[in-house]
Protein backbone atom coordinates (compact mmCIF):
# COMPACT_ATOMS: atom_id res chain seq x y z
CA UNK A 1 0.00 0.00 0.00
CA UNK A 2 3.06 2.23 0.78
CA UNK A 3 4.56 1.61 -2.46
CA UNK A 4 1.63 2.59 -4.48
CA UNK A 5 1.01 5.38 -2.63
CA UNK A 6 4.11 6.66 -2.66
CA UNK A 7 4.36 5.69 -6.83
CA UNK A 8 1.12 8.21 -7.12
CA UNK A 9 2.26 10.60 -5.53
CA UNK A 10 5.56 10.56 -7.57
CA UNK A 11 3.02 10.10 -10.86
CA UNK A 12 1.93 13.35 -9.82
CA UNK A 13 5.09 15.42 -9.36
CA UNK A 14 6.86 14.10 -12.45
CA UNK A 15 3.64 15.46 -14.41
CA UNK A 16 3.89 18.53 -12.58
CA UNK A 17 7.66 18.96 -14.04
CA UNK A 18 6.07 18.30 -16.98
CA UNK A 19 3.94 21.62 -16.79
CA UNK A 20 6.26 23.54 -15.04
CA UNK A 21 9.25 26.59 -16.38
CA UNK A 22 12.62 25.92 -14.62
CA UNK A 23 15.87 27.22 -15.57
CA UNK A 24 16.73 23.36 -16.15
CA UNK A 25 13.34 22.78 -18.45
CA UNK A 26 12.30 25.22 -21.22
CA UNK A 27 8.81 24.62 -21.79
CA UNK A 28 7.83 26.62 -24.93
CA UNK A 29 5.78 29.53 -24.66
CA UNK A 30 2.57 29.51 -27.33
CA UNK A 31 3.60 31.62 -29.71
CA UNK A 32 7.02 29.24 -30.14
CA UNK A 33 4.40 26.29 -30.25
CA UNK A 34 3.10 28.47 -32.95
CA UNK A 35 6.04 28.57 -35.11
CA UNK A 36 6.99 24.84 -34.97
CA UNK A 37 3.41 24.25 -36.32
CA UNK A 38 3.84 23.52 -40.26
CA UNK A 39 1.09 25.00 -41.44
CA UNK A 40 0.85 23.16 -44.82
CA UNK A 41 -0.08 20.12 -42.84
CA UNK A 42 -1.58 21.29 -39.19
CA UNK A 43 -4.00 23.64 -37.04
CA UNK A 44 -2.56 25.69 -34.32
CA UNK A 45 -5.69 26.18 -31.35
CA UNK A 46 -4.05 28.52 -28.97
CA UNK A 47 -4.47 28.55 -25.58
CA UNK A 48 -5.97 31.74 -25.42
CA UNK A 49 -8.99 30.65 -28.10
CA UNK A 50 -11.94 29.22 -27.74
CA UNK A 51 -10.63 25.06 -28.46
CA UNK A 52 -14.24 23.66 -27.50
CA UNK A 53 -15.41 25.61 -30.87
CA UNK A 54 -11.71 25.00 -32.68
CA UNK A 55 -11.97 21.48 -32.63
CA UNK A 56 -15.55 21.63 -33.35
CA UNK A 57 -14.62 23.77 -36.72
CA UNK A 58 -11.53 21.32 -37.29
CA UNK A 59 -13.71 18.33 -36.88
CA UNK A 60 -16.39 19.93 -39.88
CA UNK A 61 -13.32 21.35 -42.08
CA UNK A 62 -11.18 17.88 -41.77
CA UNK A 63 -14.40 15.43 -43.02
CA UNK A 64 -15.22 18.42 -45.35
CA UNK A 65 -11.56 18.41 -47.30
CA UNK A 66 -11.17 21.65 -46.90
CA UNK A 67 -7.97 21.83 -44.94
CA UNK A 68 -5.51 20.15 -47.05
CA UNK A 69 -4.72 16.51 -48.73
CA UNK A 70 -5.86 14.79 -46.31
CA UNK A 71 -4.07 11.82 -44.41
CA UNK A 72 -1.48 10.10 -46.62
CA UNK A 73 -2.49 6.21 -47.44
CA UNK A 74 0.22 4.96 -44.48
CA UNK A 75 -1.95 7.22 -41.83
CA UNK A 76 -5.43 5.61 -43.51
CA UNK A 77 -3.81 1.91 -43.15
CA UNK A 78 -2.58 2.04 -40.10
CA UNK A 79 -6.14 3.34 -38.83
CA UNK A 80 -7.65 0.42 -40.24
CA UNK A 81 -5.26 -2.22 -38.51
CA UNK A 82 -6.32 -0.44 -35.64
CA UNK A 83 -9.70 -0.72 -36.32
CA UNK A 84 -9.85 -4.76 -37.04
CA UNK A 85 -7.37 -5.30 -33.95
CA UNK A 86 -10.29 -3.32 -32.10
CA UNK A 87 -13.47 -5.37 -33.52
CA UNK A 88 -11.47 -9.00 -33.63
CA UNK A 89 -10.83 -8.32 -29.51
CA UNK A 90 -14.98 -7.23 -29.44
CA UNK A 91 -16.05 -10.50 -31.08
CA UNK A 92 -13.70 -12.62 -29.34
CA UNK A 93 -15.02 -10.84 -26.23
CA UNK A 94 -18.62 -11.79 -26.72
CA UNK A 95 -17.75 -15.39 -27.89
CA UNK A 96 -16.70 -16.32 -25.19
CA UNK A 97 -19.20 -14.85 -22.75
CA UNK A 98 -17.03 -11.93 -21.03
CA UNK A 99 -19.26 -10.25 -18.77
CA UNK A 100 -20.18 -6.73 -19.56
CA UNK A 101 -19.98 -6.67 -23.10
CA UNK A 102 -22.59 -9.31 -22.90
CA UNK A 103 -24.71 -7.14 -20.15
CA UNK A 104 -24.72 -3.91 -22.35
CA UNK A 105 -25.38 -5.69 -25.68
CA UNK A 106 -28.26 -7.32 -24.31
CA UNK A 107 -29.51 -4.38 -22.91
CA UNK A 108 -28.79 -2.44 -26.29
CA UNK A 109 -31.52 -4.76 -27.96
CA UNK A 110 -34.15 -3.70 -25.73
CA UNK A 111 -33.93 0.12 -26.79
CA UNK A 112 -35.18 -0.39 -30.36
CA UNK A 113 -34.85 2.63 -32.82
CA UNK A 114 -37.90 4.04 -33.57
CA UNK A 115 -37.40 4.54 -36.90
CA UNK A 116 -35.02 2.01 -38.62
CA UNK A 117 -33.58 3.76 -41.35
CA UNK A 118 -31.86 5.90 -38.58
CA UNK A 119 -30.73 2.90 -35.52
CA UNK A 120 -27.34 1.63 -35.44
CA UNK A 121 -26.61 -1.77 -34.73
CA UNK A 122 -24.40 -4.37 -32.31
CA UNK A 123 -21.86 -7.01 -32.92
CA UNK A 124 -23.95 -9.87 -34.59
CA UNK A 125 -27.54 -8.84 -34.72
CA UNK A 126 -29.18 -7.16 -38.07
CA UNK A 127 -31.58 -5.14 -34.58
CA UNK A 128 -31.50 -1.36 -35.41
CA UNK A 129 -31.35 0.32 -31.39
CA UNK A 130 -30.54 3.85 -30.59
CA UNK A 131 -27.05 4.91 -31.59
CA UNK A 132 -26.07 5.66 -28.02
CA UNK A 133 -26.65 1.91 -27.04
CA UNK A 134 -25.49 0.39 -30.14
CA UNK A 135 -21.75 2.67 -29.20
CA UNK A 136 -21.95 1.44 -25.39
CA UNK A 137 -22.47 -1.96 -26.14
CA UNK A 138 -19.88 -2.23 -29.35
CA UNK A 139 -17.38 0.02 -27.54
CA UNK A 140 -17.75 -1.96 -24.64
CA UNK A 141 -17.01 -5.10 -26.37
CA UNK A 142 -14.26 -4.10 -28.34
CA UNK A 143 -12.06 -2.58 -24.72
CA UNK A 144 -12.77 -5.64 -22.82
CA UNK A 145 -9.70 -7.71 -23.42
CA UNK A 146 -8.00 -4.49 -23.57
CA UNK A 147 -5.91 -5.77 -25.75
CA UNK A 148 -6.23 -3.57 -28.74
CA UNK A 149 -4.74 -0.14 -29.43
CA UNK A 150 -2.62 2.33 -26.60
CA UNK A 151 -1.10 5.81 -26.97
CA UNK A 152 0.96 7.34 -24.32
CA UNK A 153 0.88 11.13 -25.43
CA UNK A 154 4.51 12.09 -26.57
CA UNK A 155 5.18 14.74 -28.78
CA UNK A 156 8.55 15.95 -28.89
CA UNK A 157 8.46 18.36 -32.20
CA UNK A 158 6.71 21.03 -29.22
CA UNK A 159 8.72 20.34 -26.42
CA UNK A 160 7.90 19.38 -22.84
CA UNK A 161 4.57 20.79 -22.95
CA UNK A 162 3.40 18.13 -25.54
CA UNK A 163 4.88 14.89 -23.01
CA UNK A 164 2.09 14.54 -20.70
CA UNK A 165 2.43 10.97 -21.37
CA UNK A 166 -1.52 10.33 -20.92
CA UNK A 167 -2.67 6.67 -21.76
CA UNK A 168 -5.36 6.40 -24.45
CA UNK A 169 -6.94 3.21 -26.55
CA UNK A 170 -8.71 2.62 -29.85
CA UNK A 171 -11.88 2.17 -28.39
CA UNK A 172 -13.69 4.50 -29.91
CA UNK A 173 -14.38 3.51 -33.42
CA UNK A 174 -18.00 2.32 -33.05
CA UNK A 175 -18.97 5.83 -32.61
CA UNK A 176 -17.99 6.03 -36.13
CA UNK A 177 -19.50 2.96 -37.60
CA UNK A 178 -23.06 4.42 -36.33
CA UNK A 179 -22.64 8.15 -37.09
CA UNK A 180 -22.25 6.57 -40.20
CA UNK A 181 -25.23 4.17 -40.17
CA UNK A 182 -27.28 7.22 -39.08
CA UNK A 183 -26.56 9.45 -41.26
CA UNK A 184 -25.82 6.93 -44.57
CA UNK A 185 -22.14 7.78 -45.02
CA UNK A 186 -19.90 4.94 -46.89
CA UNK A 187 -16.37 3.85 -46.27
CA UNK A 188 -14.00 6.23 -46.96
CA UNK A 189 -15.84 8.60 -45.04
CA UNK A 190 -15.53 6.23 -42.04
CA UNK A 191 -11.70 5.70 -41.96
CA UNK A 192 -11.52 9.46 -42.17
CA UNK A 193 -13.37 9.72 -39.18
CA UNK A 194 -11.48 7.50 -37.70
CA UNK A 195 -8.03 9.02 -38.18
CA UNK A 196 -9.75 12.20 -36.84
CA UNK A 197 -11.11 10.52 -33.97
CA UNK A 198 -8.00 9.34 -32.97
CA UNK A 199 -6.42 12.88 -33.59
CA UNK A 200 -7.97 14.82 -31.23
CA UNK A 201 -7.86 12.45 -28.59
CA UNK A 202 -4.26 11.41 -29.37
CA UNK A 203 -3.02 15.16 -29.33
CA UNK A 204 -5.29 15.72 -26.53
CA UNK A 205 -3.33 13.15 -24.41
CA UNK A 206 0.13 14.50 -25.47
CA UNK A 207 -0.97 18.04 -23.10
CA UNK A 208 -3.10 17.24 -20.55
CA UNK A 209 -2.43 14.26 -18.22
CA UNK A 210 -6.04 13.42 -16.69
CA UNK A 211 -4.08 10.42 -14.83
CA UNK A 212 -2.01 13.20 -12.30
CA UNK A 213 -5.54 14.49 -11.03
CA UNK A 214 -6.64 10.43 -10.84
CA UNK A 215 -9.01 11.51 -13.69
CA UNK A 216 -10.00 8.54 -16.25
CA UNK A 217 -8.32 8.64 -19.42
CA UNK A 218 -11.15 7.91 -21.49
CA UNK A 219 -12.34 11.63 -21.16
CA UNK A 220 -10.04 12.42 -24.00
CA UNK A 221 -12.23 9.70 -25.99
CA UNK A 222 -15.22 11.25 -25.01
CA UNK A 223 -14.76 14.75 -25.97
CA UNK A 224 -13.20 12.89 -29.23
CA UNK A 225 -16.32 11.49 -29.82
CA UNK A 226 -18.79 14.20 -29.14
CA UNK A 227 -16.69 16.39 -31.97
CA UNK A 228 -16.74 13.78 -34.86
CA UNK A 229 -19.91 12.50 -33.66
CA UNK A 230 -21.20 15.80 -33.83
CA UNK A 231 -19.60 16.86 -37.23
CA UNK A 232 -20.72 13.57 -39.40
CA UNK A 233 -24.19 13.96 -38.03
CA UNK A 234 -24.07 18.00 -39.62
CA UNK A 235 -24.10 19.75 -35.99
CA UNK A 236 -22.83 22.83 -36.05
CA UNK A 237 -19.81 24.39 -34.15
CA UNK A 238 -22.02 26.07 -31.48
CA UNK A 239 -23.89 22.08 -30.77
CA UNK A 240 -20.34 20.54 -30.49
CA UNK A 241 -19.24 22.72 -28.06
CA UNK A 242 -22.55 22.55 -26.02
CA UNK A 243 -22.29 18.84 -26.28
CA UNK A 244 -18.33 18.95 -25.27
CA UNK A 245 -18.91 21.17 -22.64
CA UNK A 246 -21.89 18.44 -21.01
CA UNK A 247 -19.02 15.78 -21.14
CA UNK A 248 -16.83 17.64 -19.64
CA UNK A 249 -19.16 19.42 -17.35
CA UNK A 250 -21.05 16.47 -16.00
CA UNK A 251 -19.64 12.96 -16.98
CA UNK A 252 -16.25 13.28 -15.58
CA UNK A 253 -15.06 9.92 -14.68
CA UNK A 254 -12.40 9.08 -11.81
CA UNK A 255 -9.69 6.39 -11.52
CA UNK A 256 -11.86 4.96 -8.37
CA UNK A 257 -13.15 2.48 -11.25
CA UNK A 258 -9.20 1.17 -11.40
CA UNK A 259 -8.70 1.31 -7.60
CA UNK A 260 -9.48 -1.65 -5.39
CA UNK A 261 -7.68 -4.94 -5.07
CA UNK A 262 -9.87 -7.06 -7.75
CA UNK A 263 -10.62 -4.65 -10.51
CA UNK A 264 -14.39 -4.76 -11.32
CA UNK A 265 -16.27 -4.46 -15.42
CA UNK A 266 -16.24 -0.65 -14.84
CA UNK A 267 -12.74 -0.84 -15.53
CA UNK A 268 -13.40 -1.99 -18.60
CA UNK A 269 -16.25 -0.44 -19.70
CA UNK A 270 -15.03 2.84 -18.83
CA UNK A 271 -14.65 4.32 -22.27
CA UNK A 272 -17.97 2.58 -22.87
CA UNK A 273 -19.74 4.44 -20.63
CA UNK A 274 -18.43 8.06 -21.36
CA UNK A 275 -18.89 7.77 -25.17
CA UNK A 276 -22.81 6.67 -24.22
CA UNK A 277 -22.81 10.11 -22.88
CA UNK A 278 -20.84 11.76 -25.53
CA UNK A 279 -23.70 10.89 -28.09
CA UNK A 280 -26.14 11.57 -26.17
CA UNK A 281 -24.66 14.91 -25.13
CA UNK A 282 -24.87 15.12 -29.07
CA UNK A 283 -28.33 14.63 -29.73
CA UNK A 284 -29.43 16.85 -26.96
CA UNK A 285 -27.22 19.47 -28.12
CA UNK A 286 -29.06 19.21 -31.83
CA UNK A 287 -32.49 19.18 -30.04
CA UNK A 288 -31.85 22.40 -28.71
CA UNK A 289 -30.02 21.68 -25.28
CA UNK A 290 -27.16 24.08 -24.62
CA UNK A 291 -24.18 23.01 -22.12
CA UNK A 292 -21.30 25.06 -21.14
CA UNK A 293 -19.36 26.83 -23.18
CA UNK A 294 -15.64 27.23 -23.98
CA UNK A 295 -15.41 24.76 -21.36
CA UNK A 296 -11.49 24.43 -21.67
CA UNK A 297 -10.92 27.83 -20.31
CA UNK A 298 -13.77 27.74 -17.76
CA UNK A 299 -12.45 28.15 -14.52
CA UNK A 300 -14.90 25.57 -13.12
CA UNK A 301 -13.90 22.69 -15.41
CA UNK A 302 -11.22 20.52 -14.77
CA UNK A 303 -8.47 21.42 -17.10
CA UNK A 304 -8.19 24.91 -15.05
CA UNK A 305 -9.25 23.53 -11.50
CA UNK A 306 -6.92 21.17 -11.29
CA UNK A 307 -3.81 23.17 -13.30
CA UNK A 308 -4.26 26.61 -12.89
CA UNK A 309 -3.75 28.82 -15.53
CA UNK A 310 -3.54 32.45 -16.34
CA UNK A 311 -7.49 33.87 -16.69
CA UNK A 312 -8.96 33.81 -20.18
CA UNK A 313 -6.32 30.73 -20.72
CA UNK A 314 -6.46 26.58 -20.97
CA UNK A 315 -3.47 25.26 -19.88
CA UNK A 316 -2.46 23.98 -22.82
CA UNK A 317 -1.95 24.79 -26.68
CA UNK A 318 -3.15 22.37 -29.10
CA UNK A 319 -2.30 21.24 -32.23
CA UNK A 320 -3.84 19.39 -34.86
CA UNK A 321 -2.95 17.45 -38.26
CA UNK A 322 -5.27 17.30 -41.15
CA UNK A 323 -2.66 16.00 -44.02
CA UNK A 324 1.00 14.04 -44.61
CA UNK A 325 1.82 11.31 -42.26
CA UNK A 326 2.16 13.34 -38.91
CA UNK A 327 -0.76 11.78 -37.22
CA UNK A 328 -1.25 11.14 -33.90
CA UNK A 329 -2.34 7.26 -34.96
CA UNK A 330 1.09 7.12 -35.98
CA UNK A 331 2.23 7.26 -32.98
CA UNK A 332 -0.11 4.56 -31.25
CA UNK A 333 1.03 1.45 -30.32
CA UNK A 334 -0.42 -2.48 -31.05
CA UNK A 335 -0.44 -4.93 -28.23
CA UNK A 336 0.53 -8.12 -30.27
CA UNK A 337 -1.63 -10.22 -27.65
CA UNK A 338 -3.21 -9.60 -24.70
CA UNK A 339 -1.44 -7.88 -21.65
CA UNK A 340 -1.13 -4.35 -20.28
CA UNK A 341 0.88 -2.43 -22.63
CA UNK A 342 3.36 -1.12 -19.90
CA UNK A 343 4.59 -5.07 -19.26
CA UNK A 344 5.52 -4.92 -23.06
CA UNK A 345 8.95 -4.02 -22.53
CA UNK A 346 9.19 -6.63 -19.90
CA UNK A 347 7.98 -9.56 -22.45
CA UNK A 348 10.30 -8.55 -24.98
CA UNK A 349 12.96 -8.13 -22.45
CA UNK A 350 12.54 -12.06 -21.37
CA UNK A 351 11.85 -13.36 -24.87
CA UNK A 352 14.92 -11.29 -26.07
CA UNK A 353 16.97 -13.44 -23.30
CA UNK A 354 14.90 -16.99 -23.49
CA UNK A 355 16.01 -16.82 -27.14
CA UNK A 356 19.43 -16.15 -26.26
CA UNK A 357 19.45 -18.61 -23.82
CA UNK A 358 17.84 -21.69 -24.28
CA UNK A 359 18.62 -23.82 -21.36
CA UNK A 360 16.88 -21.26 -18.82
CA UNK A 361 13.47 -23.27 -20.22
CA UNK A 362 14.34 -26.46 -18.56
CA UNK A 363 11.73 -26.80 -16.04
CA UNK A 364 13.63 -25.75 -12.32
CA UNK A 365 16.58 -24.15 -13.81
CA UNK A 366 14.83 -20.42 -13.50
CA UNK A 367 15.90 -19.42 -10.18
CA UNK A 368 14.46 -15.80 -10.32
CA UNK A 369 13.60 -12.65 -12.31
CA UNK A 370 14.14 -9.26 -11.51
CA UNK A 371 12.30 -7.12 -13.76
CA UNK A 372 13.00 -2.56 -13.43
CA UNK A 373 10.76 -0.26 -14.99
CA UNK A 374 9.38 3.26 -14.64
CA UNK A 375 6.72 5.31 -12.93
CA UNK A 376 3.87 5.01 -13.78
CA UNK A 377 4.05 1.18 -14.95
CA UNK A 378 5.19 0.48 -11.52
CA UNK A 379 2.68 1.87 -9.72
CA UNK A 380 -0.26 0.72 -12.01
CA UNK A 381 0.63 -3.18 -12.70
CA UNK A 382 3.25 -3.40 -9.78
CA UNK A 383 1.11 -2.81 -7.00
CA UNK A 384 1.30 -5.29 -4.34
CA UNK A 385 -2.61 -6.65 -4.60
CA UNK A 386 -1.90 -7.70 -8.61
CA UNK A 387 0.54 -10.36 -6.98
CA UNK A 388 -2.73 -12.03 -6.09
CA UNK A 389 -5.04 -11.37 -9.00
CA UNK A 390 -8.32 -13.06 -9.13
CA UNK A 391 -10.53 -11.77 -12.13
CA UNK A 392 -9.07 -11.11 -15.08
CA UNK A 393 -9.21 -7.42 -14.89
CA UNK A 394 -6.76 -7.53 -12.38
CA UNK A 395 -4.66 -10.49 -14.00
CA UNK A 396 -4.01 -8.50 -16.88
CA UNK A 397 -2.68 -5.76 -14.95
CA UNK A 398 -0.19 -7.70 -12.99
CA UNK A 399 3.10 -7.84 -14.17
CA UNK A 400 4.08 -10.75 -12.51
CA UNK A 401 0.68 -13.14 -13.78
CA UNK A 402 1.90 -11.73 -17.42
CA UNK A 403 5.42 -12.80 -17.14
CA UNK A 404 4.56 -15.75 -15.46
CA UNK A 405 1.99 -16.71 -17.82
CA UNK A 406 4.36 -16.44 -20.86
CA UNK A 407 7.25 -17.90 -19.06
CA UNK A 408 5.02 -21.13 -18.34
CA UNK A 409 4.15 -21.22 -21.89
CA UNK A 410 7.98 -20.94 -23.16
CA UNK A 411 8.80 -23.51 -20.87
CA UNK A 412 5.89 -26.14 -21.87
CA UNK A 413 7.17 -25.55 -25.43
CA UNK A 414 11.01 -26.34 -24.68
CA UNK A 415 12.13 -24.25 -27.03
CA UNK A 416 12.10 -20.30 -28.91
CA UNK A 417 12.36 -20.01 -32.50
CA UNK A 418 15.67 -18.04 -33.25
CA UNK A 419 13.09 -16.18 -35.72
CA UNK A 420 11.74 -13.26 -33.09
CA UNK A 421 8.87 -12.68 -34.56
CA UNK A 422 7.74 -16.51 -34.56
CA UNK A 423 9.06 -16.63 -31.32
CA UNK A 424 6.32 -13.60 -30.33
CA UNK A 425 3.57 -15.88 -31.76
CA UNK A 426 4.31 -19.04 -29.99
CA UNK A 427 3.76 -17.64 -26.77
CA UNK A 428 1.45 -14.62 -27.65
CA UNK A 429 -0.80 -14.26 -24.67
CA UNK A 430 -4.60 -15.08 -25.46
CA UNK A 431 -7.85 -14.66 -23.81
CA UNK A 432 -7.43 -18.66 -22.69
CA UNK A 433 -4.52 -17.22 -20.33
CA UNK A 434 -6.91 -14.95 -18.80
CA UNK A 435 -9.60 -17.70 -17.65
CA UNK A 436 -9.93 -18.14 -13.75
CA UNK A 437 -8.42 -21.57 -14.01
CA UNK A 438 -5.32 -20.58 -15.71
CA UNK A 439 -5.31 -17.69 -12.91
CA UNK A 440 -5.24 -20.00 -10.24
CA UNK A 441 -2.99 -22.61 -11.78
CA UNK A 442 -0.39 -23.79 -9.53
CA UNK A 443 2.55 -23.68 -11.95
CA UNK A 444 1.52 -20.53 -12.71
CA UNK A 445 1.19 -19.17 -9.07
CA UNK A 446 4.79 -20.72 -8.12
CA UNK A 447 6.69 -18.86 -11.24
CA UNK A 448 4.81 -15.81 -10.00
CA UNK A 449 6.97 -16.28 -7.00
CA UNK A 450 10.40 -15.90 -8.38
CA UNK A 451 9.57 -12.31 -10.17
CA UNK A 452 10.57 -9.45 -8.48
CA UNK A 453 9.41 -6.12 -9.80
CA UNK A 454 11.10 -3.25 -8.90
CA UNK A 455 11.02 0.87 -9.73
CA UNK A 456 14.03 1.85 -11.85
CA UNK A 457 14.01 5.02 -10.58
CA UNK A 458 15.10 8.35 -12.69
CA UNK A 459 16.93 6.60 -15.10
CA UNK A 460 13.49 4.93 -16.13
CA UNK A 461 11.39 7.86 -15.40
CA UNK A 462 13.31 10.44 -17.84
CA UNK A 463 12.56 7.93 -20.78
CA UNK A 464 8.65 7.18 -20.39
CA UNK A 465 6.66 8.67 -22.45
CA UNK A 466 9.33 8.82 -25.37
CA UNK A 467 9.65 4.37 -24.84
CA UNK A 468 8.34 1.52 -22.61
CA UNK A 469 11.97 1.68 -20.31
CA UNK A 470 12.34 -1.76 -18.63
CA UNK A 471 14.94 -4.34 -18.04
CA UNK A 472 14.65 -7.83 -17.06
CA UNK A 473 17.37 -10.12 -15.57
CA UNK A 474 17.09 -13.66 -15.07
CA UNK A 475 19.37 -15.50 -12.95
CA UNK A 476 19.65 -19.46 -12.94
CA UNK A 477 20.28 -21.77 -10.36
CA UNK A 478 23.83 -21.74 -10.38
CA UNK A 479 23.27 -17.77 -9.96
CA UNK A 480 24.27 -16.67 -13.42
CA UNK A 481 22.43 -13.69 -14.53
CA UNK A 482 21.13 -12.59 -17.99
CA UNK A 483 20.56 -9.08 -18.75
CA UNK A 484 18.20 -8.29 -21.43
CA UNK A 485 19.38 -4.48 -20.98
CA UNK A 486 16.89 -1.23 -21.48
CA UNK A 487 14.24 -2.20 -23.77
CA UNK A 488 12.58 1.16 -24.96
CA UNK A 489 10.63 0.14 -28.29
CA UNK A 490 9.40 -3.15 -27.56
CA UNK A 491 7.40 -4.64 -30.80
CA UNK A 492 4.19 -3.25 -30.96
CA UNK A 493 5.44 0.11 -30.25
CA UNK A 494 5.53 2.41 -32.65
CA UNK A 495 8.75 3.17 -32.93
CA UNK A 496 10.26 -0.51 -33.16
CA UNK A 497 11.59 -0.91 -36.20
CA UNK A 498 13.06 -4.90 -35.35
CA UNK A 499 9.47 -6.64 -35.75
CA UNK A 500 7.55 -7.46 -38.94
CA UNK A 501 4.09 -5.54 -37.30
CA UNK A 502 2.11 -6.50 -40.00
CA UNK A 503 3.09 -10.22 -39.80
CA UNK A 504 2.37 -10.77 -35.83
CA UNK A 505 -0.62 -8.72 -35.96
CA UNK A 506 -2.02 -10.96 -39.00
CA UNK A 507 -1.24 -14.15 -36.59
CA UNK A 508 -3.03 -12.29 -33.79
CA UNK A 509 -6.19 -11.30 -36.11
CA UNK A 510 -6.39 -15.30 -36.57
CA UNK A 511 -6.12 -16.17 -32.72
CA UNK A 512 -8.97 -13.91 -32.21
CA UNK A 513 -10.92 -14.28 -35.26
CA UNK A 514 -10.67 -18.39 -34.60
CA UNK A 515 -12.18 -17.64 -31.02
CA UNK A 516 -15.32 -15.72 -32.24
CA UNK A 517 -16.90 -17.67 -35.81
CA UNK A 518 -16.28 -20.55 -37.40
CA UNK A 519 -13.26 -21.63 -39.06
CA UNK A 520 -14.83 -21.49 -42.75
CA UNK A 521 -15.75 -17.25 -41.78
CA UNK A 522 -12.21 -16.26 -40.71
CA UNK A 523 -11.22 -15.02 -44.11
CA UNK A 524 -14.59 -14.03 -45.15
CA UNK A 525 -14.60 -11.90 -41.78
CA UNK A 526 -10.62 -10.67 -42.20
CA UNK A 527 -11.42 -9.61 -45.87
CA UNK A 528 -14.78 -7.74 -44.69
CA UNK A 529 -12.71 -5.45 -42.04
CA UNK A 530 -10.43 -4.29 -45.36
CA UNK A 531 -10.41 -2.08 -47.54
CA UNK A 532 -12.79 0.35 -45.58
CA UNK A 533 -12.09 3.40 -48.09
CA UNK A 534 -13.72 1.34 -50.89
CA UNK A 535 -16.90 0.24 -49.52
CA UNK A 536 -20.22 2.12 -50.07
CA UNK A 537 -22.78 2.78 -47.24
CA UNK A 538 -24.25 -0.67 -48.56
CA UNK A 539 -21.13 -2.95 -47.75
CA UNK A 540 -20.63 -0.92 -44.43
CA UNK A 541 -23.71 -0.88 -42.79
CA UNK A 542 -23.78 -4.61 -42.24
CA UNK A 543 -19.92 -5.01 -41.10
CA UNK A 544 -20.86 -5.46 -37.19
CA UNK A 545 -24.15 -7.14 -37.51
CA UNK A 546 -23.52 -9.29 -40.52
CA UNK A 547 -20.85 -11.44 -38.29
CA UNK A 548 -22.23 -14.52 -37.05
CA UNK A 549 -20.29 -14.87 -33.33
CA UNK A 550 -20.17 -18.57 -32.58
CA UNK A 551 -20.81 -18.76 -29.14
CA UNK A 552 -19.26 -21.06 -26.61
CA UNK A 553 -21.01 -24.36 -26.79
CA UNK A 554 -22.09 -24.20 -22.88
CA UNK A 555 -23.31 -21.04 -23.70
CA UNK A 556 -26.96 -19.27 -25.06
CA UNK A 557 -26.07 -16.49 -27.69
CA UNK A 558 -27.34 -13.41 -26.21
CA UNK A 559 -30.74 -12.03 -27.35
CA UNK A 560 -33.37 -9.88 -27.53
CA UNK A 561 -36.52 -8.31 -26.03
CA UNK A 562 -38.03 -11.25 -23.84
CA UNK A 563 -35.68 -13.72 -24.31
CA UNK A 564 -32.73 -11.75 -23.28
CA UNK A 565 -33.44 -12.26 -19.40
CA UNK A 566 -33.14 -15.83 -19.65
CA UNK A 567 -30.11 -15.59 -21.57
CA UNK A 568 -28.76 -13.59 -19.17
CA UNK A 569 -29.43 -16.10 -16.65
CA UNK A 570 -27.98 -18.76 -19.04
CA UNK A 571 -24.81 -16.99 -19.05
CA UNK A 572 -23.71 -17.53 -15.88
CA UNK A 573 -23.90 -21.45 -16.75
CA UNK A 574 -20.72 -21.69 -18.23
CA UNK A 575 -18.00 -24.03 -17.03
CA UNK A 576 -14.77 -22.34 -14.77
CA UNK A 577 -12.75 -22.34 -17.45
CA UNK A 578 -14.58 -20.94 -19.78
CA UNK A 579 -15.57 -18.23 -17.16
CA UNK A 580 -13.37 -14.39 -17.59
Known sequence: YQRRVHGDRLIGLLSRCADMSSESIHVLSSAEIETRVDKANEVFLSR????????????????????????????????????????????????????APTVLREEALEY?????????????????????????????????????????????????????????????????????????????????????????RGRLAEVFSLKTYKIDHVVHGAIASAAVYGALL????????????????????????????????????????????????????????????????????????????????????????????????MGMHFKLGLYEHQSAGAIQGLLNVLRQNPHLLTPGVIKSITIKAYQPAYGIIGDPAKRNPDTRQSADHSMVYIIASLLKKA?????????????????????????????????????????DFAHGGKEYDDKYPEGIPTSVIVTDKEGKAFDSGLVMFPAGHARNTTASLEGILEAKFRCFAKLAVEDADIDFLLQSLSNLSKKGFKELDPLYSSVKIRYSRKRSAPSSGR??????????????????
Open 563 to 580: KAKKAKQESHQQPEELEY
Open 48 to 99: SSNQAQGIAQFAIDFLAGKLGAGPDESVLKRTELFHTDSVLCGLSALALGAN
Open 234 to 329: GATVEQTESAIGMVVAHYIPFRAIRAGEQLSDSKGASAAISTEVAILSVHRSMRGFIGPKDIFRNPEAIFRHFHKSPEHESPFDLVLSHSGTDFAV
Open 411 to 451: IALGTLASDHDEAWKSVMLLPGDYSRTAIHDGDTRKLMELI
Open 112 to 200: PAKDSKEGCTVFGSKTRVKPEKAVVANTCAVREWDSNGTVFGYNSKFGQSHMAGEFGHNDFYPVVIAACQVKHLGGDVALKAMVLLDEI
